[in-house]
C-alpha cells in the first residue's frame, strides 16, 4: 500500500530553484538546440561529445539541462505540494562580457510564475567580485529587478580533475580581489550563497570569520563529491574512502556552523556528482531510499545548524535525475517532522523568507 505523505498547514517557500531556456537564451547548449533541437537523441549524444565527461557525470542525465525549465515545469514537478514562493538562484547565465550576466535578472524578472500561482519571492544573481566593475553590476542587477536580493559566485573547485570545476581557480573565497569586492555585498546588506565542495568549507569558514556581519547562505551543504559512491578519476572508490568523506564533511561542517551570520541549504543532496548511480540504473530513488541515505546529513546539519538557520530547498532541476520532487519532499518532511511543528514551519518556510526578504 502507498505510504501516507506528511500534510503541512502552510506553504512551502522553496529558495533554491533553476530556470533556464536554451532556445531563448544565452545558455551552454544554445548551438546544440538550434541545430538539433528536434532529435533528443542526437543532442544526447553531441553533448557527450563535446562536454568534459566531469560535467556530463555531475549531470547525470542530459535531457533535463538540454530542456527549458520554466514555471510550468516545475509547478508540474511539484505535485500535489503547495509553493508560495521560490527564489531563482543563477543558473550559469552564459553572457558574461562587460554587464551582460544582468541579462539573468530582466529575464527572470518577467517569467510567468504568477500563472502557476506562485510568487518569485527573490532572485539571487551572480556577480564577479573580482572585477572592476562589480559596484556597478550590482547596482545593474538591484535596478533589473525589485527581487533582487544577493548573489551567488560558484568557488567548486575539487582537487580530483575528474570532478567538475565549476570555478576557474582552487581557493576562491580567500582571493583577495575577491574579498575586496566581497566588502561590496556586504555594504549594500546583500545575501551571498556560498558553493563549494565540502573539501573547501574552511573556505567559506574563513570568509564568514572575515566578514562577521555578511549573510551567508551555504548551498547543498557544501556538497560532499563521492559520499554515496565512486566519482571523478579517484574519488569515493571504497567504503573507507566514502567514510573518511563523511567524516570529514562533519567535521567542517560543525566548524563552519560555529558561524552565527552562516545559514546553510538541506538541498542538492540528489545530485549525481555525490555519487549516486540511480540514473545508471534508469531508476529514480523512492522516499524511503532518500530517507535512508540523507538522514545522517540532516540529522547532523540540525545538530551543529539548530533548526532557525537551516533552510529545505529543491535545486530543481539539478537532481532531477536521481529523484522526482514530490518523493524529495516527501522524504524530507518525513527526516524533519521529529523535530516538531515549530521546526517545520522555519525550515519549509520562515527562515528562507527571513533570509531573503521575501514579502
Known amino acids: 500500500m502507498p505510504q501516507e505523505v506528511i500534510q503541512l498547514n502552510f506553504p512551502i517557500i522553496d ?14 547548449a544554445q548551438h546544440l538546440v538550434k541545430y538539433f533541437g528536434n532529435y533528443p537523441r542526437v543532442m544526447d549524444k553531441m553533448m557527450r561529445l563535446v562536454k568534459p565527461k566531469a560535467l556530463i557525470d555531475t549531470l547525470g542525465l542530459t535531457d533535463h539541462a538540454l530542456a527549458p525549465y520554466l514555471p510550468q515545469d516545475y509547478k508540474q514537478d511539484l505535485g500535489h505540494f503547495n509553493v508560495e514562493s521560490i527564489v531563482h538562484i543563477e543558473a550559469n547565465w552564459h553572457d558574461h562580457k562587460g554587464t551582460g550576466v544582468v541579462g539573468e535578472t530582466r529575464w527572470i524578472n518577467q517569467l510567468p510564475f504568477n500563472k502557476q500561482n506562485i510568487q518569485l519571492g527573490a532572485i539571487v544573481a551572480t556577480a564577479d567580485p573580482r572585477k572592476r566593475d562589480f559596484k556597478k553590476i550590482l547596482q545593474l542587477h538591484r535596478e533589473a529587478s525589485p527581487q533582487f536580493r544577493g548573489i551567488r559566485k560558484m568557488a567548486s573547485f575539487h582537487e580530483d580533475k575528474g570532478i567538475y570545476r565549476w570555478c576557474d581557480q582552487a581557493g ?3 582571493d583577495k580581489k575577491f574579498l575586496k569586492g566581497f566588502e561590496q555585498i556586504v555594504r ?4 551571498f550563497d556560498a558553493w563549494c565542495y565540502s573539501t573547501q568549507l574552511d573556505d567559506v569558514t574563513a570568509l564568514a570569520k572575515r566578514f562577521p556581519e555578511a549573510k551567508i547562505m551555504l548551498d547543498h551543504l557544501g556538497t560532499p563529491a563521492g559520499l554515496f559512491g565512486a566519482i571523478g578519476k579517484s574519488t569515493g572508490q571504497t567504503v573507507q574512502a566514502r567514510q573518511t568523506i563523511f567524516e570529514d564533511w562533519q567535521t567542517k561542517l560543525a566548524t563552519l556552523a560555529e558561524c552565527q551570520n552562516v545559514h546553510a541549504k538541506i538541498s542538492g543532496l540528489l545530485m549525481p556528482v555525490l555519487g549516486h548511480d540511480f540514473h545508471i540504473k534508469g531508476q529514480k530513488a523512492t522516499k524511503m531510499q532518500i530517507i535512508e541515505r540523507l538522514q545522517p546529513m540532516i540529522e547532523h546539519a540540525i545538530q551543529v545548524f539548530g533548526t532557525d538557520r537551516i533552510v529545505f530547498a529543491s535545486n530543481f532541476p539539478m537532481d532531477k535525475p536521481s529523484a522526482d520532487l514530490t518523493e524529495i519532499i516527501a522524504a524530507y518532511l518525513e527526516m524533519i517532522q521529529p523535530y516538531g511543528e515549530d521546526a517545520m514551519f522555519k525550515i519549509f518556510h520562515q527562515n528562507a523568507k527571513n533570509f531573503y526578504q521575501i514579502a
Open 15 to 28: 529558495p533554491h530553484i533553476h530556470q533556464w531556456d536554451p532556445y531563448h537564451t544565452p545558455h551552454a
Open 172 to 174: 576562491l573565497y580567500r
Open 188 to 191: 549594500q546588506n546583500f545575501t
